[in-house]
């Protein structure tokens, strides 16, 4: 593997332990309202020590998060990883001076060993006498050793090491808001690699240190922040003009520049998405609309975020969050902030300045933008998934390419054994933003907060065994669904069940493995047996069959074809002056044999693209009841 996918895998786990966060928080922020003025004041005293029991126990939820990151949700990676910090800090407070406690990056190491051992040794196999601490128990045995050998190790280094991020934290804090700057574009930058968790967790959890009134030790930006360290806030403030304002700016430029045709669809979508960032920070479905199609234009977004925590600096603004910095966060924590009102009318001054920017930037050099292009708009997902998900993992190169698949907020995060399998062309058109490989079978494709029902789907596809065909678009033009057909026999599923398609060029394909069954004399038509053994018709146009002499066979009854092989060509231009319609059904004679249904986009479709439509058959053994 190489190492930016072994960093994609780490920072995908270590995002995984900050989901907690928000309930810290909210339970802060409960805590914090006049509960003894109204006679509760137990309330507020239970919300207060529990969500600094949150941020305490932070360490612990790195180790145990981490590790099951890196395992694939491994439990056995988990409980190793949470004995290993328990070793730690019992092995620290009993032999220390009480300066080494558990930390967030003793919590990440210990993870990280964790889930390295799990995928090392989880099958290993011991001599029979030994084979009970074999496996997964091997794995627990290991790090628990290990474990205590590193916190003696640690006795000695952790001093040293809290000593140099302490003076990385002064040497950042020595540059002001040029050293703001810097991170503002780094973490902006590597929001495009799914690395920004990396750099996050560093400031955020690791830089600068602060005792609180009853002498407990807290690390990092974010829980310095929490337990009201005047320093603490800096490297978050900045951050909520961009995804409060611009960001959502961003999206209502993309909705202005559309096609009037795209444009209610491109307004549904990106409204929406931009919402979701106003609310709660979640940015990257946005930023991946124009991130390929403009990479320019994201290195000015990237600048303009590090002038944003710059300005915040020098503004002496300091605000924080425990996820993101959204609307929500904004309220919550703003009885913890100082001078957070500025943020408003920076974030305003920021939405106008992007807005313009990138309506005027999309129009000058024509930036194929969703909605600018068919092809790039993005698909409204709810209700879909279960149905989307087969043709996603065909588009990924089946299940037999898939090493390993996992999600964050808004990216599937996988891999694959050949990332050339990807067909890149069929994810856009199934509402991915974008898609990244890191080399090493390692890639990120990006759906939005869509991301995570979407890795569970493929994983139930993974671990079933279901008998599948998946149907590769017979013409190239535009997809219709069977009942948009111009005939009614077609239109009311009297021959089938299936799609349609209006062809903008005269071939057409093969869309399955079969057996040509039945060729029509005027080759106006033709019939496929699949490997499977469903019936499937092929029809070219409406009211063809008296069109002598206008198609051309280049397959015969009895011949094996395959997805993509040319079987007829046909005269266009004929067709669509003397045709009732261009309109091609492409129907399952016997849907009595299909279980369930799943189609692609209704769009454009290229000849012989995978996949259109997959359909999941009944076991012949139950003759099609379940």
């Given at each position: 593997m190489n190492w930016l996918g072994s960093l994609q895998q780490l920072g995908?786990?270590?995002?995984?332990?900050?989901?907690?966060?928000?309930?810290?928080?909210?339970?802060?922020?409960?805590?914090?309202?006049?509960?003894?003025?109204?006679?509760?004041?137990?309330?507020?005293?239970?919300s207060t020590v529990a969500g600094h029991g949150i941020f305490y126990f932070l360490p612990y939820l790195f180790a145990v998060g981490v590790a099951l990151g890196l395992s694939n949700q491994a439990g056995q990676a988990g409980l190793a990883a949470l004995a290993g910090i328990v070793i730690y800090d019992q092995v620290t407070k009993h032999f220390g001076d009480g300066t080494v406690q558990p930390a967030s990056l003793i919590g990440i190491i210990l993870g990280a060993f964790a889930g390295g051992m799990h995928n090392r040794f989880k099958s290993i196999k011991l001599p029979e006498i030994l084979q009970f601490f074999g496996g997964?128990?091997?794995?627990?045995?290991?790090v628990g050793l290990c474990s205590a050998l590193f916190s003696c190790f640690m006795l000695w280094l952790a001093p040293i090491l809290q000593q140099g991020l302490n003076s990385i934290a002064t040497w950042e804090y020595s540059l002001g808001g040029f050293g703001l700057f810097i991170y503002g574009v780094l973490y902006r930058v590597l929001v495009a690699f799914g690395l920004h968790h990396l750099l996050n967790n560093v400031f955020w959890f690791q830089l600068g240190t602060y005792e609180t009134p009853s002498g407990q030790i807290v690390q990092g930006d974010l829980p310095r922040f929490f337990a009201g360290d005047p320093s603490a806030g800096f490297f978050m403030a900045g951050l909520f003009p961009i995804m409060m304002f611009a960001i959502p700016a961003i999206a209502l430029a993309i909705i202005q520049e559309a096609r009037e045709d795209l444009k209610p669809q491109i307004r549904k979508t990106f409204l929406t998405s931009a919402l979701v960032c106003f609310l709660t920070g979640v940015s990257e479905q946005i930023e991946f609309a124009f991130l390929f199609a403009a990479p320019y234009l994201f290195i000015v977004h990237a600048v303009m975020s590090g002038v944003a925590m710059w300005l915040s600096y020098w503004l002496d603004i300091r605000h924080g969050f425990s996820y993101s910095a959204g609307v929500i966060d904004y309220i919550l924590n703003f009885h913890l902030s100082e001078n957070a009102w500025k943020l408003i009318p920076i974030g305003i001054l920021y939405g106008l300045v992007y807005y313009f920017l990138f309506r005027w930037a999309i129009r000058t050099f024509k930036i194929p933008t969703p909605g600018r292009e068919e092809g790039s708009m993005l698909e409204d997902w709810v209700g879909n998934i279960p149905y989307q998900a087969p043709l996603i993992l065909e588009a990924l190169g089946g299940k037999s390419n898939i090493v390993q698949v996992e999600a964050c907020i808004t990216r599937l995060r996988l891999t694959v054994h050949d990332d050339r399998l990807i067909d890149t062309g069929a994810m856009k058109n199934l509402g991915s933003a974008g898609l990244i490989k890191l080399g090493g079978g390692n890639v990120q494709v990006v759906f939005g907060t869509y991301s995570e029902l979407i890795r569970e789907e493929i994983a139930k596809l993974l671990e079933r065994d279901l008998q599948q065909v998946l149907f590769a678009a017979p013409v190239q033009g535009k997809m219709l669904p069977i009942e948009e057909v111009p005939d009614q026999i077609f239109a009311a599923k009297l021959v089938g069940d299936g799609v349609a398609f209006v062809p903008e060029r005269g071939e057409l394909v093969s869309p399955v493995f079969g057996t040509i069954?039945?060729?029509?004399?005027?080759?106006?038509?033709?019939?496929?047996?699949?490997?499977?053994?469903?019936?499937?018709?092929l029809h070219i146009g409406i009211d063809t069959s008296q069109l002598k002499g206008h198609f051309e066979a280049f397959v015969q009854e009895g011949d094996t074809v395959e997805p993509g092989q040319l079987l007829i060509k046909f005269d266009l231009a004929v067709l669509r002056e003397q045709a009732a319609s261009l309109t091609t059904p492409m129907v399952i004679t016997n849907p009595d044999r299909v279980k369930s249904w799943s189609f692609a986009p209704f769009k454009q479709v290229k000849k012989g693209q995978a996949s259109v439509m997959s359909v999941v058959l009944y076991d012949r053994n139950v003759g099609g009841v379940e």
């Open positions: 995908r786990a270590v995002m995984l332990p900050t989901m907690v966060l928000p309930a810290a928080a909210i339970l802060l922020s409960v805590g914090s309202l006049p509960w003894n003025a109204w006679g509760l004041g137990v309330v507020g005293e239970v997964s128990r091997f794995v627990l045995l290991i069954m039945h060729l029509y004399p005027t080759m106006h038509a033709l019939g496929i047996s699949t490997r499977e053994g469903l019936e499937v018709l």
